[in-house]
């Protein structure tokens, strides 16, 4: 299984292929060694370490627009189409309806 360690900013910044027994704690485990960060609490509190497959789904998450960037304003095409018909009637108001 391939593990990364990612920085503060989502960029990955080592990589090492283990064992999928070895697990996050294990990759955790040898990425302090690379970084000679023997605290545990200070190594987290600068790096991220996950698993490849992690790392691309958040990764693709995070390129996803929101939500509500997606909405179709149905409401700005229903007014539309409330003004065009709302004109034809004072059209046929002003003209009467026979000379329509």
Known sequence: MEYVLVNKTDEIVATVVMGSDVGIGGATTYFQGVKQMPDRETFQSLWKVMTRDEYNTQYEAGLRKPSHMNQNKWWEEEKAITDEEM????????IGPSKL
């Open 87 to 94: 004109s034809l009637f004072e059209r046929k108001r002003r």
